[in-house]
């Protein structure tokens, strides 16, 4: 994501793993008012560095993994926390380098899947808990089922909204179909903005944009990823300028292109042994989304004991694009599963 060129894969996949991320950096508001839940911020440590977390409701425990890797777990994740609260403790994990845990540096040396799961096992262990229910949208999915697979003993069932694939070989699907829903003027657009930016690092571009938000390189970054999170929606008038605005100042892209590397240099896939789990999952997706539909029926195909959802007229963004359909299959979900 350094230098992003369209004939140019590998900086072509850190651009589409923008939006991998349970959202990258466009989940923005809801058609329909929130109730925030109440924050009860926490702090444990893992690998050294202090990460934090915040807790709403009473129940078993669901840990809600955002986007990214970089989102904060905010809209639309406390949303979904005050809807559970009832059913779940539901725990909002602010990732390494993400949200109040942003202090984390991002290199090839933290910013890794292991380390992020192990943050999640870290964290499982401060509170205590026995097994944990974990609910992730895309990049978070992508970890809650590396999770699963590795401390299967822990895991009591998965809620994947719109996640990432469980394997390397699926990962080009989302920026070719991101690609193929361009048009000629946005590819245009986007070949000039890249140009102003192109020898700047996300890290000095993360910095720019706190120090000088006016920059030259800021606002054509900005101009650039506002484009390229127009392909993640079915419709583009859900897209909220103000809120876009908001969450690309505190959206950390730095380990955006770290994972992808790691994915793609390491073969990474997991789905051999998600299939020898035997534990419950919801599988929900938009019908649209970019991630293509073959990466939801590799994870049914994985999970045996999934159940899978599809909604019409949707892209990525689920909660913004189809809230009432979503909720409506996460509550009835989670009612039959606190069912005798």
């Known amino acids: 994501m350094t230098v992003y060129r369209q004939n140019d894969r590998s900086s072509a996949h850190a651009n589409a793993m923008a939006c991998l991320c349970g959202c990258c950096i466009a989940l923005l508001a809801l058609a329909f008012p929130i109730a925030l839940c109440a924050q009860n911020v926490n702090s444990y440590t893992s690998g050294g560095y202090t990460l934090y977390y915040e807790e709403i409701g009473r129940g078993p425990a669901l840990y809600i993994l955002s986007g990214g890797p970089g989102e904060a777990p905010d809209t639309p994740y406390r949303q979904i926390a005050d809807s ?7 725990v909002l994990v602010h990732q390494r380098a993400s949200g109040r845990s942003r202090l984390v540096p991002a290199n090839a040396t933290t910013i890794t899947i292991a380390n992020y799961t192990n943050d999640i096992e870290a964290l499982r262990q401060h509170r205590g808990d026995n097994k944990i229910w974990l609910l992730g949208m895309s990049w978070g999915g992508l970890l809650a089922q590396n999770y699963a697979a590795q401390y299967s003993k822990r895991t009591a069932g998965l809620l994947l909204v719109c996640s990432a694939p469980p394997s390397y070989k699926l990962w080009n699907f989302l920026y070719d179909n991101q690609h193929a829903r361009r048009s000629a003027v946005e590819l245009d657009s986007m070949a ?6 192109a020898n700047t690092s996300e890290r000095e571009l993360d910095s720019l944009k706190r120090a000088d938000p006016a920059h030259p390189k800021v606002v054509a970054y900005k101009a650039f990823i506002w484009i390229h999170v127009r392909a993640m929606y079915y419709d583009r008038t859900k897209i909220v300028r103000q809120h876009f605005d908001e969450l690309f100042d505190t959206f950390n892209f730095q380990p955006i292109p770290l994972i992808d590397q790691e994915v793609l240099a390491t073969r990474w896939d997991i789905t051999d042994r998600l299939k020898k789990l ?23 195909e994985c999970l045996r004991g999934s159940e899978m959802h599809v909604i019409e007229q949707c892209g990525h963004e689920i909660v913004e694009e189809q809230p009432a359909e979503f909720f409506r299959i996460l509550m009835a979900y989670v009612r039959k599963q606190k069912t005798p």
């Open 192 to 197: 000039r903005l890249q140009k102003i930016f």
């Open 84 to 90: 559970l609260s009832r059913h779940f403790t539901c």
């Open 278 to 300: 035997k534990i419950p999952a919801l599988i929900v997706y938009g019908r649209q989304d970019d991630q293509g539909e073959s990466t939801f029926y590799l994870q049914q």
